[in-house]
Each structure stands twice: as structure tokens, then as C-alpha cells.
């Protein structure tokens, strides 16, 4: 996934964090976790939006309609139907722009590749996604001020919970990937517990045994389950968002 990753970007990146950003303050009474999936892979459906169920959860599921239907990083991504199918089963489709570049490939196009993920969004879901995640969590100075206009959270890579001041346009997210440690894992839980905030997880492939990028269904049973167990809230980052917001 990181292999794309130049100099240039990773410069733009620092740039766009370097400068001052706006803030929300995050305190959920209950600590809340959302599961999120960027890409997607088919197993992220027919695995991960079904083990959530499972649990009568939801996820997110940040969507980069240029990948629809084809091989990324190895994985068979879902084709339109299976958008399709997790918008109808109460999910989330979030925005991971079209062409999962980055701001520095994209340039002076980013926005145009933002507004034909729109177009793809709208065939496969009832309007437009509200929620964005930069592909491979760089943004840019340029990149970040498209985002903050148009979405009401984006969400990079960087790990922590969020919670106290936090930025919406750039929420801290874990990697379940195929190299983390569950017991580590399932500590970010017991943190979010603890001090409650708000915990996102991203993960692509959920499958045994999974990519360098994805999550073994074993592990994402026992990290929703944890979370339920510990009292957090499971929800969408959609949802979490209208908790947050709607907190005293
Ligand atoms: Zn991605």
C-alpha cells in the first residue's frame, strides 16, 4: 500500500500538518469504536460487514470507485453490486476519492477526482458520502482544504484515539493489519475505556489468512465483541459523529 509513497508526498503531507487546524472537542459519556474498511476488498463485505452483523453493528466502508471491480494490492475489490449491497444493509460508504492517488499525483486534479467519486457514490448509493479517508493518509495543504470543505470528517493513518481536542479532518485511526499484535490490539480498547474517546480502526482484506494490509475474521470477532464487552458504542463514523455532536 505504502510502495506509491515519493518524497514529494511525504513532504506535502508534513507541510498540510504543520499548519494550524480547526478543532472538535471529543468526550463521549461512553466510548465509542468504529470499524472502518478502505478500498474494498470482497472479503471486506462478505467477511467484515458480516461479522458486524453479526454483532448488529455497522461499518464504514471508504470507497475509491476507480478500484470497483478489479485487483488492488493483490485483493479482488467488491464490484458496483457489492456497494451496492452494503449500502442496503445499513452500512456506510465513505469517500476515498476515485482514483486512490495521492494529493501529489493528483496535483491540480484533486478535486475532479473528488467529484467523479461523487458520480460513481451516487449510482451505487442514495447521495453523496459524507465521510472521507485519504488513500494511504496523505493529504496536502490543497488536498486538506477540498476535504474540510466538502466532508464532514476525513481520516488519515496516524494511530491514537480521538478524543480532548481532535481534528475532524484529519481523525486518528489503527491499523488492523496482517503484522499487528491482537493483544496491542485489543489495549486500544481498554484505552478508549479508560479515558473514554473515540477509537477508529481501518483494516482492508478481512480473510485467513490475510494480507500484509488485512485482518484474520478470528480477530475482528474478538475486537467488536471487546468493544461491546467493555461498554464502548459501535458505530459508524457517520454515527459517531452525530453522538459526538449531539453531546452536552
Ligand atoms: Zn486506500
Known sequence: MFKQISLADRLANRLARALPRPKMHIEPQRPIVSFTFDDVPETALSNGARILEQFGVRGTFYTAGGLSGRVHDGQPMLADEGYRELASRGHELGHHTFSHRSPVRLA???????????????TVTDGYAKNFAFPYGLTSPAAQRAVDRRFRSGRGVLPGIN????????????EIGGRSEPASLVGWIDDAVATPGWLIYFTHDVKDPPSRYGCPPDLLERLVG???E???EVLTVDAALDRLEAAP
Open 108 to 122: 491540480g486534479r484533486y478535486r475532479d477526482d473528488l467529484d467523479r467519486n461523487d458520480a460513481f457514490l451516487t
Open 230 to 232: 467493555t461498554g464502548c
Open 163 to 174: 478524543r480532548g481536542p481532535a481534528d475532524p479532518g484529519l481523525l486518528l485511526s489503527v
Open 226 to 228: 471487546h468493544a461491546l
